[in-house]
């Protein structure tokens, strides 16, 4: 008897290693386009760097907590600098999805863009991402809603990719006018909005709702079992994202997973916080633009890679000594006003049926 509880204990073990940390996914490491651009750093990436070391200093001295996340959503916010775009901002009324128009002059209220912010699910918000919103506002011609999700730690995990699935669906049936079906539709996000657009559109797929025409993600966070080797590798050289992953990065795999599988209630290798371990089939054409030197290089390469294999139409672009999420700094930044015109020229080449770059 005693044999046999051993041995059903090894198994449970086995299993709940596996549960929690899923398959092996590094047979899709097989690699990286070149470079679109940044090979060289500039004088523009120099004054980046300052503005996320003051940024990620900003909360320096303050302990974990309240006061540190509330500083930190504030700097955040105040990132932003939309007074040099000629678009507007709306908010959306009570009953509606949280959020706000950015609508430009030439912008088309039936050819919509669903907007997710970053933040690592903690922080971030329309008004810290409307440098981005406004500039794909001028450059696509789309009516752009920027949906304000709820976010961690007052609300649960999955509550933003709710808030992500019902925004786009809400957005099908409503533009800047009011009621109205959409023409075109597409969605965008970066890092941990992109996180939640990718697994929003597995989810609108899986339910048979009407789904998008055009996906985008931006430096996006697609396998939160943190098991890529460009997370450790680019470590010192992602300025943006190392000071805080480090802390994760030590701490063992185990008890990391098991934190995050008791946070969310989900496996860390569930689709519906890894969308890179779901299923990628049958999905819209998929932009995703990274930098070779940050953190979450693998999560789009593999993604890409991955979509690839089970026939998905993805494209994948890369920049060299980017930071992560370079395109707030359009359009003072060379290379982010290049991926933003990138992300417009995609969306127009979807649109219109033509082909596209791999």
Known sequence: M????????????????????????????????????????????AAVVQSVAG?????????????????????LDGISDEKRFD????????????????LSAN???????????????VAGS?????????????????AVFSLDYRLVPEHSRLAGLDDTENAFTWLTKNGPQGPGLGRFMAIAGDSAGGNLILTAVQRLRDKGLKNADAIVGICPSTDVTMRSPSLRANLTSDLMLGGGLAPLLRMPTALRHAMIALTSKRSPASPELSPLRGDLKDLAPILLQVSLTEML??????????????????????????VHV???????????????????????????????AA
């Open 126 to 142: 329309p008004k810290s991402h409307r440098v981005i919103t406004s500039a794909l506002a001028e450059l696509t011609g789309m």
């Open 326 to 356: 370079w395109h707030m700094f359009y359009p003072e930044l060379s290379e982010a006003k290049l991926a933003l015109e990138g992300v417009a020229d995609f969306l127009r080449a979807v649109e219109e049926g033509g082909a596209r």
């Open 87 to 102: 678009v507007s901002f709306r908010q959306n009324a009570a009953g509606e999805p949280p959020g706000e128009w950015v």
């Open 297 to 322: 290089l693998d999560d789009s390469a593999r993604y890409f890679h991955r979509a690839k294999s089970q026939g998905g139409d993805v494209v994948l672009h890369t920049y060299d000594n980017m």
């Open 2 to 45: 005693f044999l046999f509880f051993v041995i059903l204990l090894i198994v449970a073990a086995i299993g709940l290693f596996f549960w929690l940390h899923g398959d092996d996914l590094s047979r899709f490491d097989k690699g990286y386009p070149k470079p679109i651009a940044g090979t060289v750093p500039s004088e523009g990436v």
């Open 55 to 75: 940024f990620t200093g900003a909360t320096a001295g303050l302990k974990p907590g309240r006061a540190r996340l509330a500083m930190l959503r504030q700097a």
């Open 107 to 121: 912008s088309d209220p039936d050819r919509r863009l669903l907007y997710v912010h970053g933040g690592g699910f």
